[in-house]
């Protein structure tokens, strides 16, 4: 009977350690951009079966936006172009930049990274989101793509309560730059998740505390589509 319980035991140790190294390759990999090339190439093969037309609102960033299934319908009648992949940092939006927004030449962009910046394993400041922010903003201008740009806060979640602070921290340094240019704008959504008690809401995640639920993602539209539609950004477009 030993040999069997020993054999199960170090089946299961190895599986276990096999899980746990593919975990630290992922971390430590997906920070790299050349990680997501797989889901630009896949952006790109759509776009030639059904491009998208050109002069929409064009959403850039990582997990929250990828997990947004609803973003067409949950903004309209804005017309949105969805480029959310991985779990993207700012810094990886702007290296793909050519590739997934130059193309649209969208009326308007709007920026939904900067957590997975904090939450990166080589350890990453809000200062860091600040800059990797401005070097997003200069690609655009050097690319002749002088349209408004939108940054939606970074906003707190349960599994990941401990980074708030830091978050809190970026989101007001990026906001206190956006004051200088008026193309640029700052769209506040913390507020949403948290009660009256300053406490998250748990009930707008899903299981893993870390990925927004339907409700989750009804707050954030709430706190996004009047802004979008104040500035006339729901016109239609031009055939």
């Given at each position: 009977?030993?040999?069997?319980?020993?054999?199960?035991?170090?089946?299961?140790?190895?599986?276990?350690?096999?899980?746990?190294?593919?975990?630290?390759?992922?971390?430590?990999?997906?920070?790299?951009?050349?990680?997501?090339?797989?889901?630009?190439?896949?952006?790109?093969?759509?776009?030639?079966?059904?491009?998208?037309?050109?002069?929409?609102?064009?959403?850039?960033?990582?997990?929250?936006?990828?997990?947004?299934?609803?973003?067409?319908?949950?903004?309209?009648?804005?017309?949105?172009?969805?480029?959310?992949?991985?779990?993207?940092?700012?810094?990886?939006?702007?290296?793909?930049?050519?590739?997934?927004?130059?193309?649209?030449?969208?009326?308007?962009?709007?920026?939904?990274?900067?957590?997975?910046?904090?939450?990166?394993?080589?350890?990453?400041?809000?200062?860091?989101?600040?800059?990797?922010?401005?070097?997003?903003?200069?690609?655009?201008?050097?690319?002749?793509?002088?349209?408004?740009?939108?940054?939606?806060?970074?906003?707190?979640?349960?599994?990941?309560?401990?980074?708030?602070?830091?978050?809190?921290?970026?989101?007001?340094?990026?906001?206190?730059?956006?004051?200088?240019?008026?193309?640029?704008?700052?769209?506040?959504?913390?507020?949403?998740v948290i009660d009256g008690r300053g406490n998250i809401r748990e009930d707008l995640?899903?299981?893993?505390?870390?990925?927004?639920?339907?409700?989750?993602?009804?707050?954030?539209?709430?706190?996004?589509?009047?802004?979008?539609?104040?500035?006339?950004?729901?016109?239609?477009?031009?055939?």
């Open positions: 009977m030993r040999r069997p319980l020993v054999t199960v035991v170090l089946a299961v140790g190895m599986s276990f350690l096999a899980a746990f190294g593919f975990l630290v390759y992922v971390l430590l990999a997906s920070g790299d951009p050349e990680y997501w090339r797989g889901d630009i190439a896949e952006f790109e093969r759509r776009d030639v079966s059904n491009p998208p037309l050109a002069g929409a609102v064009l959403f850039v960033g990582g997990r929250d936006l990828r997990l947004w299934s609803r973003l067409s319908q949950d903004l309209a009648p804005l017309s949105v172009i969805n480029r959310g992949f991985g779990g993207a940092q700012i810094a990886h939006v702007t290296h793909y930049m050519s590739r997934i927004v130059i193309p649209y030449r969208p009326r308007a962009i709007v920026l939904m990274a900067g957590e997975a910046d904090l939450a990166d394993v080589h350890g990453r400041r809000p200062e860091d989101v600040l800059d990797d922010f401005k070097n997003f903003v200069t690609a655009l201008r050097d690319h002749d793509l002088d349209v408004p740009v939108y940054f939606v806060s970074i906003h707190p979640s349960p599994m990941r309560r401990g980074r708030w602070f830091g978050a809190r921290r970026a989101n007001a340094l990026v906001a206190d730059f956006i004051k200088r240019d008026p193309k640029l704008h700052y769209i506040e959504t913390a507020d949403g995640f899903r299981w893993d505390g870390l990925s927004l639920n339907r409700q989750g993602y009804e707050v954030l539209a709430s706190e996004i589509k009047p802004v979008l539609l104040s500035a006339g950004l729901g016109a239609p477009l031009p055939h």
